[in-house]
């Protein structure tokens, strides 16, 4: 029996940044996000001879160890390793025996969300083979603990429950943890003007965005700085893309990126380097009326609205960085996972 799972990444379309302790607690946060065709995948094989083996495919690491009840946290595959910890300290209570591998479909540090939509995969693997009574919430919030409280890796909150909920999504941040996701039911011909118009760039460079969350966090606890500020107006504009999309404005959405992305510059200094300024600058020269980097920022993937026939104009010019641009549609489900009798 071959047990898999496969969660989806997802575009960060408003309110980035503000799912981030401890501004989403003391300010609340609100993130519009959606998912698209690019994936993390996760894939159980159980054994029988004491062994767990772990295997990432993109990253092409691989370990075999003795099965236990804890794995050592040694900087060598710490998600495969974080999840497994967990599983069985509130689950299964015994060590299993098992070889799990996993696929991610673009680079580490993409800013699409993968160490959480990874996450969420493997969760939702071990949920099908165990039977673990498991929802949406409850796999949304455990792969959260898992990242930012087992591990310690900083970012926020949004990824965790676009990967596990999928489609469109308005999420908003309150204290303790709390998440309200509410799916937006936007027509599809929004939803297909919208995919039309959009480009989706790699800009060939990868980023940790630890350090840039980092930075952010010591910020908010300022609560005058200008990363609070800046956080303040990026969320008015998830609100303001949220009515966009939903009355079928999307001639706006240009509009509001480039408005929102100048103040997401705001909220840290390597949000931006020159390198993704040119880049925007030439995308911009080229048609599209607005864009921003996909994530904490500092490289990894940025997305550009380019009306009526610019998108291919605009491809062109951005080609002329050595990136590239990736082809998607937008994704409706979330986590799905399932079991077969072989590979």
């Known amino acids: 029996m071959i047990i898999k799972a496969k969660a989806p990444l997802r575009l960060g379309l408003a309110g980035g940044g503000t799912d981030v302790s401890p501004y ?16 993390a995948r996760a894939m159980i094989e159980p054994l029988d001879n004491g062994k767990i083996i772990l295997e990432s495919q993109d990253l092409e690491q691989y370990q075999e160890l003795d099965s236990t009840t804890e794995l050592e946290i040694d900087g060598k595959l710490p998600l495969l390793k974080g999840v497994y910890n967990r599983i069985v300290r509130d689950y299964v209570k015994k060590p ?63 990824d965790q429950y676009a990967a596990t909920f999928g489609g469109f999504n308005f ?20 939803k297909n003007q919208l995919e039309w118009n959009l480009v989706l760039y790699y800009t060939g460079t990868s980023r940790d965005s630890a350090d840039i969350i980092v930075a952010q966090e010591k910020d908010f606890k300022k609560s005058d700085t200008g990363a609070v500020q800046a956080a303040h107006r990026i969320k008015e504009y998830a609100y303001l893309m949220k009515e966009a999309l939903l009355k079928g404005e999307v001639h706006k959405i240009g509009e509001l990126l480039d408005e929102s992305w100048q103040f997401k510059k705001q909220m840290a200094s390597a949000i931006s380097n020159p390198l993704l300024d040119e880049i925007y600058s030439a995308a911009i020269n080229a048609g599209a009326t607005g864009g921003k980097i996909s994530g904490a920022g500092g490289g990894g993937f940025m997305i550009f609205y380019c009306p009526g026939s610019t998108k ?29 009798k072989q590979v």
């Open 171 to 190: 999420i908003e941040f309150e204290k303790d943890d709390k998440v309200i996701v509410n799916p937006l039911r936007i027509k599809s011909l929004y």
């Open 96 to 158: 299993l025996s098992f070889k799990l591998t996993t696929i991610v479909d673009v680079p580490k540090g993409s800013g699409l969300g993968t160490s959480s939509t990874i996450t969420v995969a493997i969760l939702g693997a071990f949920a099908e083979w165990l039977n673990l009574p498991l929802g949406d919430y409850d796999i949304a919030q455990l792969a959260y603990e898992i990242e930012r409280k087992d591990l310690g890796l900083a970012g926020g909150k949004q």
């Open 24 to 39: 989403s607690d003391t300010f609340g946060g609100a993130v519009l996000n959606t998912t698209i065709s690019l994936y």
């Open 312 to 340: 291919t104009n605009v491809i062109k010019a951005l080609n002329e960085f050595g990136g590239r641009a990736y082809n998607f549609v937008f994704e409706d489900n979330g986590l799905y996972s399932f079991r077969v």
